[in-house]
């Protein structure tokens, strides 16, 4: 399905004359001048005078010109790419492709009102003069064109670049990987990538009351300091996402002296309050810092690999922070649990920031990737029907971030409330049957690096 880049009307203006040429287009899956139609072209206007008919080939030639840079730069030929929906892509690297759906405007200095693009925030932004020698237009082509840029992901697991669409949640497109199976998010908004869009998110969600006072519950890790304990009684942990640091917190508070505690994440003003809590935090990309010759008993991704473009860098680098025998947790949510089957894209939790999918099947052959890990335990925690009863009269439109915090605040009362032992009762029976079944709602993998020496843990009397 053609779609197409609108928004380059492009205005020459003389004292006797005024010429409009109309918006250009891009073809769909064609390459730069090898199709039937040229990549851009400007339909018939009316010439009038020979000096408009001259800046009219001016325009049309700078315009090609544009094209020709922006290929050469990115050193791959153009590519385009549809989806459902029909956005065309202009591919600029190995990981960065600028996007646009149909109607999108990418450019629109010196544009009417209507087809104005709020300004890149990119410093690095490549600005290409694109109309005629006396109109200052300029059409803005940055390396990440801020909300508007997609970054098109090979398979997170096997690196195979064929899939084949699954799901389509709203802008959210899911693919399934035609050769392990993975479902990915493809393409994905640069935002999420870079780790901006956490910036963003921290205040109105990580710090709302009602997320923090959940967070911050005794009962909030329950079963996450269950399974920590049975496998590392103490020593130094990393905690990689720790957002307000609630993990870390409830550690120190439950176990005291008993472990030194870091947390790494992207977003700053969790991390700041994570310090006022009492959480040592590194505020460092954790891929590029250098930790010297600090090593690890624990480190932990709760809730994290599904974030990440590139999991297995994260794992390969906590593996590497590992003392012999230290253990890695990871939690993620189920793509087979029993929600997912009945409420499909709706779950709530299938979630443009959700960049990644997992199964158990998956999740293992991520981890079967990285030599210096080994599988020690992998179970399915968690369930939550409250869920399943509002997601079920949902459409595919995300649920407020407002609404997820006042449920998660709900549950946790329900948790601490002494005179809901009975219906607790039952509910812990229901989660284990499916937990056999690996149908709740997470998968919960205990990993340990290999080699001599092991973490001190115990199994008797904790959690």
Known sequence: MRSQITGLRTLVRSPKDHITVPRTQIAGRRCLFTGPRPLIRFPRCQITRPRSLIRLIRCHIRSLRLVIRVRRSSGRALRHQSGPDGPSSLDCGPTATFTASPGTTTAGVASSAEHDLRPSADPNAVLYRAAASDALQFIRMPEAIGELSKVWRACPVCDTERSEPHWAKGGLRIVRCSSCGMLFANPVEARFVTGTFYDQLATPFYLSPDKLESDYAPVRFARE????RQHCGGGAVLDVGCSTGAFLHAVQRRFPN????????????????????GVAV???NFLEHDFGSQRFQAATFWA????????????????SLLEPGGHCFVLVPNMESL???LLGPRYRYIMDEHLNCFTAATLKQLVAREPELETVALTSTHFNPAVIWQDRRTTTERVPDAARAQLLKRTTRWKENPFAAPARWIYTGMERCLGRLFLADNLTMVLRRRGLGCCSSTTDGHG
Do not use: C
């Open 304 to 319: 994290v690999l599904e974030h990440l473009a590139e999991p297995r860098r994260f794992l390969a680098k906590a593996a």
């Open 258 to 277: 008993e472990y030194s505690v870091l947390g790494t994440d992207v977003a700053g003003p969790a991390l700041d309050h994570a310090e006022r809590q």
């Open 282 to 284: 590194l505020r460092e």
């Open 339 to 341: 929600a997912v089957r």
């Open 225 to 228: 300091l269950r399974v920590f």
